[in-house]
């Protein structure tokens, strides 16, 4: 039998993150100032990031050095492996070469800390004391806090009222790492009060709890803020994934026909995507490059490209992207960490340049998913990354139609022990089919 696992040594660990923004066939459109309708520029973001993260936001170059001490830590789990589905697509009885890169092997479970350790360190570097921000599912605000108690920095997590009862272990995990959480919308910035007001029921989103981020950051002495999705400098930071995915297929002489990624904000996507999509643009490579997002969330399949505000209350820039409109609340399905009205600015220009598709699906069919890859491949999925499973069984399923034999690649983006509950309600028979 081929290799089941495929794995780097740490020396061959990427040096160097892959910024795509010089190679896009469409260059973004800029973000914008809401009260000028103006270009912003690094000052304008100065007050709620550091300026290494606003330079990395704008950077033409190809290629950004990863600094020794961001590296040493991504050594406690990178490389992370990439695996070839033989039971899988046994089971599906495929034709298709299946593989998945699992980020579930960092300590906070997902692809999430590529980025929050980089953030931190950056924002360490220029004497934060504290960070500030927002968590869906409780993955980001996790990693974040994470991060933040490797470099002694205050973590603050506003998290998604609806996750904030249905993830009770990931406020745990963020109050171990030494960080504080409450649920959004909150008594304590003055956004979350005036959405409580008119909506005091409301289950939370992720456009909500950026408000009350960004205003907590805007109001407190030696704060910045954070995100963990959507903007330039979060997908490059995550690019390290595909880099190392494409140096581990090179080792069993493989190349994927297809690449596949759930997308929230875009930034695990971006990760394993990015490096692909750069063969693609400049040597003609042709890869069908799929993103994969929830019905209830159908960001790119049902949105609109336009300008539109990061969050509910309108504090941040206006980003030109794909959007389901910054008061969009989405149902509180379990793939917490999908909900979001928007999508990274560089995956909605290469989604509207036909570069990338995508497509949605809805909760059941994707816990029908989830249930078969952990009764084949043994890995229980975050139910956000059991979007990109469904979309590669059916990639894997149309093989077995063709006869073609296809090498499907996709990105496991992070493991479900904190997601049980969500399982309990599929099998109980509880679970919506938002
Ligand atoms: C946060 C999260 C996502 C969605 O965020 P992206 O920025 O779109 O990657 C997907 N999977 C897991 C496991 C997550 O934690």
């Known amino acids: 039998m081929d290799n089941t696992k495929i794995i780097l040594d740490e020396n061959e660990m990427p040096r160097s993150w892959y910024n795509i923004l010089p190679d896009l066939p469409t260059p973004l459109e800029p973000p914008l100032n809401p009260a000028t309708n103006e270009p912003i520029g690094p000052e304008d973001l100065s007050p709620i990031f550091p300026m290494a993260l606003i330079m990395q936001e704008m950077s033409q170059d190809r290629y950004i050095d990863i600094p020794e001490e961001i ?56 004497g934060v004391e504290r960070i500030s921000t927002e968590t869906g599912a ?32 990931r406020k745990s995990l963020i109050n171990l790492w030494g960080g504080t959480v409450i649920p959004s919308p909150s008594n304590q910035t003055r956004a979350g009060r005036s959405i409580l007001e008119k909506y005091p029921d409301t289950s939370g989103s992720l456009g909500i709890a950026i408000s009350e981020a960004v205003e907590d950051a805007a109001t407190h002495e030696n704060t910045k803020y954070s995100l963990g999705s959507v903007l330039n400098h979060v997908m490059l930071h995550q690019t390290i994934i595909g880099q190392e995915a494409m140096a581990q297929m090179a080792k069993v002489d493989d190349y994927p026909d297809m690449v596949i990624g759930c997308v929230g904000g875009g930034s695990n996507f971006a990760g394993i995507s990015f490096p692909f999509v750069q063969e693609m643009i400049k040597d003609g490579k042709e890869i069908d490059v799929v993103a994969v ?30 959007t389901l409109g910054h008061e969009f609340v989405p149902p509180p399905i379990h793939a917490g960490g999908l909900r979001y009205h928007g999508d990274s600015p560089i995956i909605s220009r290469l989604y509207a340049d036909g570069i990338i598709r995508a497509e949605a699906y809805h909760q059941t069919e994707i816990f029908d998913a989830a249930v078969t890859f952990a009764r084949t491949e043994g890995i229980v999925p975050a139910p956000e990354s059991a979007h990109a499973i469904k979309s590669a069984m059916k990639g894997a399923l149309k093989c077995k139609e063709t006869g073609e034999e296809k090498t499907i690649l996709f990105n496991l983006s992070g493991h479900g022990h904190f997601d049980m509950g969500s399982y309990d309600s599929y099998f109980n028979g509880t679970l919506s089919n938002d």
């Open 71 to 126: 590296r040493d830590i991504y050594r406690l789990w990178r490389p992370s492996p990439l695996y070839r589905a033989h039971r899988l697509e046994a089971a599906l009885k495929t034709p298709a070469r299946i593989y998945y890169k699992y980020e579930g092997v960092s300590p906070a479970g997902s692809h999430k800390p590529n980025t929050s350790l980089a953030q931190a360190y950056y924002n360490m570097k220029e």
């Open 138 to 169: 409780g993955q980001w605000g996790s990693a974040l806090s994470m991060a933040c108690s490797f470099f002694d920095i205050e973590c603050m997590v506003y998290m998604v009222k609806s996750s904030f009862y249905q993830k009770p272990y």
């Open 293 to 322: 997002e929830p019905s209830a969330c159908p960001t790119l399949t049902g949105g609109e490209f336009r300008y539109d505000f990061g969050d509910m209350a309108q504090m941040t820039p206006l980003l030109k992207m794909y």
